[in-house]
């Protein structure tokens, strides 16, 4: 009778297994082609980097080919591209220097700079020899069992380019080991903080620290004396474990002053934490037993928050003054600078110094549920602040940094429902709206006071073009037409010079090479500089993937996106479909440039999936206000309706898609969407690989859960102000789980605090659920070198559960360790 009954059972099995559709492998070859060690080889510049010069309107560049790296000055007014020098010629010479073997085609020049005459360049090389290393003395200090410490000897070249003079000097500090000078615009002094205090040192002093910061002649002029842990007057610590942050606490460290241009003045905010709770993660993997690392993390909803003061100082009266602006409870400072929207010059340093003038500086000051911000400007010589804007909504108000036209402001603002530009008078008088209409202004490229006029990117504004394409405009401050000023139905970056006379137009989208293009400040084309050498790429089988537009869960809104399939598509097979999701708000995971990083889309299709990107309501901020706010009050399940309708409209249109295997991969928002959206839609997701997600955003930092969410300020009878915050949770919802669930973290995550995952996982265990947890030893929120491990881990997860290959792959992760020289 059990025979009779096996046999009907194989029966009926294989008939069942005839009528279903034949299983796929994983193509784990397919994907190991294009990993990150090859794509080094295969894919090289992909944009003109713009360095532009003081004394005219040339600029250099840096541009790297499968024939190797040039070098290049371009002469906008002679329509001129020609080498910055002779590659052949300086390998020689570096050659004859260091007595290693140098040639042209495989030169490499770290930290090239052309120099302030524009003639001589400064660069660095290493050797073969071994030298000690450059703080052997202070390692030798803190341990003197310390055995020797070698490195490869860096070289220090001046290059003239005239002459082709060659010239060794004294190699540099490492400029990071710097970066705690904050150097007025005169360099005449520096400001720093030390053991929480703030101080300052001359020039010449500042010169024997760059040379050998232990100096013990260094004369240092201390300013303050009542700084402290969590109430500095400058920046350190953060990242650092409880050891660490110890053993700098004496260290030299920076201080975000803003300067006056006449180097007498300067300003700073200083954070009072000390009452901020505390949080922290475990360093597992130190080495020889786990260390603690503490920090301060303020939460959303909770009493304790920072306080910041704005400071004031004087070289002549030698006062620090704290400036009376408190405004809001809780509230948020916002300080600019003079800097250029755009540099990339090669100064060694660009003084920082504060939006104004020698009468005053212009801030912001925000509260903190994002609903009012004041723009003002600090009267030097009253001692009063000067309430010259006022932006009021009942959603998170966004802004940018306010610009000066001479007299002059320009002030960005999404009041009228979309992102425009306003002119204002010193003021505070509104003089006229300078952009309008159903279209986002991005930002300021550059202001031609002079000239009267704004330059500035845009999107949205082109028809029948993606609305995330962003342009270069022009419009004059004294009214009238905005001017495109680079055409073609691309995504457009670009970097305009400081005189606003001519800008480099890097071009592309998912689907077209990259090409760069000199245009003069009407839009004029100029000349071609470059097209991305591709032909690597193209001949290990890589194709480009497919825009495509779809309508959200409304059926009104137009959203859109990008689909890869694997560049082995078949047209007659089903193909399971993955989303990468990330919701936004601050962006969505939709490329619209072509792009070198292909983890989580290109190569992940590559092991036998459809893989799409998508936007959904809310999930931008270079849409209508309208559609950026769509999530406010709702953060956890506002995405996922139109995440849905994605996959319903993809099905429908394209019979190659499998709408019964969907998957879904994010990583940090969209480790918190993907394990949503298994919980909201069990029956429409089957299998989710959620990274380094915020499960619970009662959890994650204030500033943008708050924000995006939305908190309540309470003033009671008294007058006492007050702040609600409540939201939805993720754990809320595990016992709806009914698919395969991947849930990931790094173990010393302090953006997005493991705790989130920790806590994910203990609710889907008291619902009784299985799921896998990956925890990843020593690494913080981008996962850092253990991301191409995770990324075959998550191959092997969609691949088990979405083709249905249930072969166990081996131990050992080849396709990945294939590409490492093994030494041992």
């Known amino acids: 009778m059990r025979k009779t009954i096996l046999a009907v059972g194989m029966v009926l099995a294989s008939l069942s297994g005839f009528a279903q559709e034949k299983s796929h492998p994983g193509n784990y070859e397919l994907a190991a082609r294009f990993s990150p060690e090859k794509m080094k080889k295969m894919v090289f510049s992909t944009s003109v980097d713009a360095h532009w010069m003081k004394k005219s309107d040339r600029f250099w560049y840096e541009y790297e080919t499968s024939d190797g790296k040039s070098w290049y000055v371009v002469d906008p007014l002679r329509k001129t591209k020609t ?37 001589t360049i400064r660069f660095k090389v ?43 000097i004294e190699t540099e500090k490492d400029p990071k080991r710097l970066a705690w000078a904050n150097i007025a615009p005169d360099s005449s002094k520096v400001v720093y903080m030390k053991d929480y205090n703030l101080y300052w ?154 939006l104004g003038d020698l009468d005053g500086f212009y801030f912001a000051l925000t509260s903190r549920d994002l609903k009012k911000v004041d723009v003002l400007r600090w009267n030097l010589a009253s001692g009063e602040k000067e309430v010259l804007i006022e932006e009021r909504s009942n959603t998170y108000i966004e802004f940018e940094k306010l610009e000066l036209a001479g007299s002059d402001l320009i002030w960005w603002s999404e009041r009228d429902g979309w992102a425009h530009f306003y002119l204002y008078g010193k003021d505070g008088a509104l003089k006229r709206q300078l952009t309008s209409g159903p279209y986002h202004a991005a930002g300021a490229a550059r202001v031609d006071a002079k000239a009267r006029k704004l330059f500035f990117t845009a999107n949205g504004r082109e028809k029948g073009e993606d609305p995330y394409y962003e342009h270069l405009y022009s419009v004059s401050l004294d009214g009238g037409a905005v001017t495109l000023l680079n055409k073609g139905d691309f995504n457009h970056d670009i970097s305009i010079n400081d005189n606003a006379t001519f800008f480099v137009d890097n071009f592309s989208r998912v689907n077209t090479t990259p090409v760069a293009v000199l245009y003069d400040k009407v839009g004029a084309k100029v000349m071609d500089l470059e ?12 194709q480009f993937p497919e825009p495509f537009k779809f309508k959200a869960d409304d059926g009104i809104t137009d959203l859109y996106g990008v689909m890869y399939k694997p560049f082995d598509f078949d047209s007659t097979r089903k193909y399971p479909i993955i989303e990468y999701v990330y919701p936004g708000p601050q962006t969505e995971a939709v490329n619209k440039a072509f792009g070198r990083s292909l983890d989580r889309t290109d190569r992940l299709a590559q092991f036998g999936f459809v893989v799409v990107t998508l936007g959904n309501r809310g999930g931008h901020p270079a849409r ?16 996922l309706a139109d995440k849905k309708a994605a996959i319903e409209q ?53 500033w943008w859960s708050e924000k995006h969410h939305g908190v309540m ?40 605090h493991p705790a989130g995952t920790i806590r994910m996982a203990n609710a889907l265990i008291k619902a009784g659920k299985r799921f896998e947890l990956v ?29 249905g290959d249930n072969a166990p792959p081996p131990v050992d992760m080849v396709e990945m360790q294939r590409d490492k020289p093994l030494s041992k």
């Open 83 to 119: 080498q910055l020098f002779d590659k052949d010629k300086l390998a020689a010479e570096i050659t004859k220097a260091v007595k290693d073997p140098f040639d042209g085609q495989h030169l490499k020049l770290d930290d090239l700079k052309l120099l302030a005459d524009e003639n």
């Open 775 to 803: 925890m990843l030893p020593g690494q913080r929120h981008g996962y850092g070198d253990m991301t191409e491990y995770f990324f075959w881990k998550m191959g092997d997860y969609f691949v088990r559960h979405l083709l």
């Open 201 to 354: 040192m001359d020039k010449a002093n500042f010169l024997k620290a760059a040379k050998d910061e232990k100096d013990s002649t260094i004369v240092e002029n201390q300013l303050t004396e009542d700084g402290e842990k969590d109430y500095s007057y400058g920046f350190g610590g953060r990242g650092d474990d409880n050891v660490e942050e110890e053993k700098k606490q004496k260290d030299r460290k920076r201080v975000g002053a803003l300067w006056s241009a006449d180097s007498r003045q300067f300003i700073l905010t200083r954070t009072d934490e000390r009452a901020v709770k505390d949080l922290w993660v475990i360093h597992n993997t130190k080495d020889p037993r786990p260390t603690l690392e503490t920090y301060k993390y303020a939460m959303p909803g909770e009493k304790e928050q920072p306080k910041t003061e704005l400071l004031h100082f004087s070289f002549e009266t030698m006062a620090l003054k704290n400036l009376p602006i408190a405004t809001f409870k809780d509230q948020t400072i916002s300080l600019w600078s003079t800097t250029p929207a755009t540099n990339t010059r090669d100064d060694d340093f660009r003084p920082a110094t504060w």
């Open 650 to 702: 993809l099905a429908d249109r394209h019979d190659f898609i499998d709408r019964s295997k969907v998957g879904i991969h994010g990583h940090s928002g969209g480790g918190f969407m993907s394990t949503a959206a298994m919980l909201v839609y069990p029956d429409v997701f089957k299998v989710a690989v959620s990274s380094a997600g915020n499960h619970e955003n009662n959890i994650y930092n204030r």
């Open 531 to 542: 097209t991305a050498d591709l032909s690597q790429l193209f001949a290990a089988g890589y």
């Open 624 to 639: 209508s206000k309208w559609y950026h706010n769509y999530g406010y009050g709702d953060l956890r399940d506002y995405g």
């Open 126 to 168: 290493k050797s073969t020899a071994d030298v000690l290393k450059s703080d052997w003395a202070e390692i030798k200090e803190k341990n003197k069992n310390a055995k020797d410490s070698m490195e490869k000897k860096v070289h220090t070249f001046l290059y003239n380019i005239s002459t082709q003079q060659l010239t060794e």
């Open 713 to 752: 300020e309470q003033v009671s009878a008294k007058g006492d102000t007050t702040f609600v915050y409540q939201i939805e949770k993720n754990p809320d919802l595990a016992k709806n789980l009914k698919g395969h669930l991947m849930l990931s973290t790094g173990d010393v995550d302090n953006n997005v």
